[in-house]
């Protein structure tokens, strides 16, 4: 099956700097990926849905120039945090749709601690 | 916007049992419905899915039911077994691969042994 992978598994940084989340379709090329994000005991909550090439596209609440999400290529979506802050902390996991099964697989998940 | 209810929000049963899970959704433009088990601290995983042309599903000891009239559809797990332990999560979307899946809140299973 498709192949979803996320680096890194989990970061701890400290309030103020910035994290960069990487999402990569292994095996497939995924012209759309989703960003999640999960608090502990929580659902999955949308924050951006990122197409290949262009702008991402945001869920409302969700602060575009906080969360900067890049999709340069077919296989590889980025989630950066800005200036982090400990209300950042959470399980951040993305998705990537493959095309011609009309289906997406998730990623295992990245842990963002921020001191 | 799609909206998805899901109960209960946890569920103990004797290994052995049936667990069932229920939802509901809001979008009747919806046509397709993924079950996702997700264990701590991993992404989620599908485990069934169901779209809206059809009525049932079955895979083993697990089976999906939908009725699309009155937007209700759940999960059935049978036989449960120690590693059924997990959350689930219902969802709702439109069968395509650029859809957003909305996800009810979870059901943490527990299962007794």
């Known amino acids: 099956g498709a192949v979803v992978s996320q680096h890194p598994s989990w970061v701890i940084c400290k309030s103020g700097t910035s994290v960069k989340i990487e999402c990569r379709s292994l095996d497939f090329q995924a012209t759309t990926m989703f960003w999640y994000r999960q608090f502990p005991k929580q659902s999955l909550m949308l924050m951006a849905t990122s197409n290949e090439g262009s702008k991402a596209t945001y869920e409302q609440g969700v602060e575009k120039d906080k969360f900067l999400i890049n999709h340069a290529s077919l296989t590889l979506s980025t989630l950066t945090v800005t200036s982090a802050h400990p209300e950042d902390s959470s399980f951040y996991i993305c998705?990537?749709?493959?095309?011609?099964?009309?289906?997406?697989?998730f990623g295992p998940g990245t842990r963002l601690t921020v001191l | 916007g799609e909206n998805v209810e899901q109960h209960p929000s946890t569920l103990s049963v004797q290994e052995g049992d049936s667990a069932v899970i229920k939802c509901t959704y809001s979008?009747?433009?919806?046509?397709?419905f993924p079950w996702y088990k997700q264990e701590l601290g991993k992404g989620p995983q599908l485990i069934i899915d169901?779209?809206?042309?059809?009525g049932e599903k079955k895979d083993q000891r697990i089976a999906v039911t939908l009725n699309k009239t009155a937007k209700h559809f759940s999960l059935h797990i049978t036989e449960t077994q120690p590693e059924d332990s997990a959350v689930y999560f219902c969802a709702a979307t439109t069968y395509s691969s650029a859809s957003k899946i909305i996800f009810g809140s979870g059901t943490r299973l527990s299962i007794r042994p």
């Open positions: 998705s990537a749709g493959v095309l011609a099964a009309n289906e997406q697989f």
């Open positions: 979008d009747s433009a919806s046509n397709y």
């Open positions: 169901i779209r809206s042309n059809v």
